[in-house]
C-alpha cells in the first residue's frame, strides 16, 4: 500500500511559477513510476506527465512541454512538478499517482494509488 500527499499549490499570477511535491509513504517507491494528472472544473482528469521508477525516463503532455518538468528524490520518496510560465488554463486541482510497473505511463487507469490532489490558480 503507498499513501501520496501532494502540496505546493496555490495561487499565481500568468508568467509565475510553482513546485507541487508528493511525498509516498511505504518502502518501495523507488520501484513505482509516479504521474501528475490534473483536472480543471467541468473536465475530465487529464495527464500531465510521468517519471520512471529510477528517474532516467520522463513523458509529458504537450500542452506543458516546456515548461513543466517532473524529477523524484527516492530518498526522500517524494517526486516534484517544477511549473514555470504558468497560464490561466492550468488552473486544476494536480493530482499524483503511483504505477507498480515502473513505467511511465500517460494513462490514468494505470496508476494504482492517488493522493487527494493540491490546488493550482493561475490569475491573469
Known amino acids: 500500500q503507498v499513501q501520496l500527499v501532494e502540496s505546493g499549490g496555490g495561487l499565481v499570477q500568468a508568467g509565475g511559477s510553482l513546485r507541487l511535491s508528493c511525498v509516498a509513504s511505504?518502502?518501495?517507491?523507488?520501484?513505482?513510476?509516479m504521474g501528475w494528472f490534473r483536472q480543471a472544473p467541468g473536465k475530465e482528469r487529464e495527464f500531465v506527465g510521468a517519471?520512471?521508477?529510477?528517474?532516467?525516463?520522463?513523458n509529458y503532455a504537450d500542452s506543458v512541454k516546456g515548461r513543466f518538468t517532473i524529477s523524484r528524490d527516492n530518498a526522500k520518496s517524494t517526486v516534484y512538478l517544477q511549473m514555470n510560465n504558468l497560464k490561466p488554463e492550468d488552473t486544476a486541482v494536480y493530482y499524483c499517482?503511483?504505477?507498480?510497473?515502473?513505467?511511465?505511463?500517460?494513462?490514468?487507469?494505470?496508476?494504482?494509488?492517488w493522493g487527494q490532489g493540491t490546488r493550482v490558480t493561475v490569475s491573469s
Open positions: 517519471i520512471s521508477w529510477e528517474g532516467a525516463l520522463t
Open positions: 511505504g518502502r518501495t517507491f523507488s520501484t513505482y513510476a
Open positions: 499517482a503511483a504505477r507498480s510497473l515502473g513505467l511511465a505511463s500517460p494513462w490514468k487507469s494505470e496508476y494504482n494509488y
